[in-house]
């Protein structure tokens, strides 16, 4: 399994004890999420946490208002699926408390 090395990683386990309860990952260049092989994707083994991470916009939008009590302009949320650069308007569209240049700071740095 490609991630297996990382069990040992003190982030991911204690004591050589992993701490994972499920691995899913997307790599570079791939279609579809990836499971470990002890998960079966047509069993419940947590891979139904991932439902909302289907790369559709419309799927978040819908999810938030539920998870956070918060409307997702879909608009806006759609220009970051798209990785589209976002103007202050987007940004206050998708909270309207934010500080514009604290987010467009940590935008710069994950970028």
């Known amino acids: 399994m490609t991630l ?23 790599p570079a260049g ?7 092989p002890d998960l079966d994707p047509r069993y419940d083994g947590g891979v139904w946490l991932f439902d909302v991470i289907d790369g559709q916009p419309e799927t978040y939008a819908e999810w938030a208002p539920h998870m956070y009590d918060v409307d997702i302009d879909a608009d806006a949320l759609a220009k970051i699926f798209r990785h ?18 604290a987010v467009r700071h940590r935008l710069d740095e994950v970028a």
């Open 4 to 26: 297996r090395p990382l069990v040992n990683e003190p982030a991911v386990s204690a004591g050589g004890v992993p701490n994972i309860t499920l691995a899913l990952w997307w």
């Open 30 to 36: 791939a279609d579809a999420w990836h499971c470990a």
């Open 84 to 101: 589209e650069e976002l103007r202050e308007d987007d940004i206050l569209a998708l909270n309207p408390d934010a500080d514009v240049g």
